[in-house]
């Protein structure tokens, strides 16, 4: 008999809501959750296992911002900061990292080709407006890149790397 009213005790503690008993015990279960989600989150943020199963880091997923897009951030900042130097040399050294940049991207969202030509060649002029001088600017790379005489001012660097910007944000990297 003094274990049914043991029992009984423990049973009118948990159930009657008034009962230190009961929310001492609800204390402690919403603690004990909340120490394994912060436990997972941590767990998940040091883990590559997102990385492996979507292709981005936790923080990039988080994001809500396109894989590889944090990136691209960096290396077109590198870009600009190339055209700020004023050297000739770093100007053609920024187109040709813009180029292959674009290059880049339109592998990654699933154009197919040997190069960079072969996929502007896929894209439609309805889409992309800004396609025609994205061809001029291609043209300039090319340009850079075969004739080691090739002049370049400021203006026109600045230009060509706006071109390319723009194709970018058409291909929403931007």
């Known amino acids: 008999m003094e274990a049914l009213a043991t029992f009984n005790n423990i049973f009118d503690a948990i159930i009657n809501p008034t009962s230190n008993a009961y929310t001492a015990i609800k204390i402690l279960f919403i603690a004990t959750s909340l120490y394994f989600i912060a436990t997972i989150i941590y767990v998940l943020s ?7 199963l979507y292709g981005e880091t ?7 911002r396109p894989y590889g897009v944090r990136r691209i951030d960096k290396v077109w900042k590198m870009i600009i900061d190339k055209l700020e130097t004023g050297s000739e040399s770093d100007f053609k050294l920024a187109i040709i990292e813009a180029d292959s940049v674009l290059d880049e991207v339109l592998k990654k969202v699933g154009y197919k080709g040997d190069n960079l030509e ?27 890149v075969r004739d080691p005489d090739y002049r370049l001012r400021k203006g026109e660097a600045k230009q060509i790397i706006d071109t390319y910007r723009k194709i970018l944000e058409d291909l929403e990297v931007f």
């Open 58 to 64: 936790f923080t990039d997923l988080l994001s809500k």
């Open 118 to 144: 072969a996929r502007l060649k896929q894209l439609s002029p309805v889409h992309y407006p800004h396609l025609n001088k994205m061809w001029e600017a291609h043209r300039a790379r090319n340009d850079i």
């Open 46 to 52: 040091r883990s590559h296992y997102i990385q492996w």
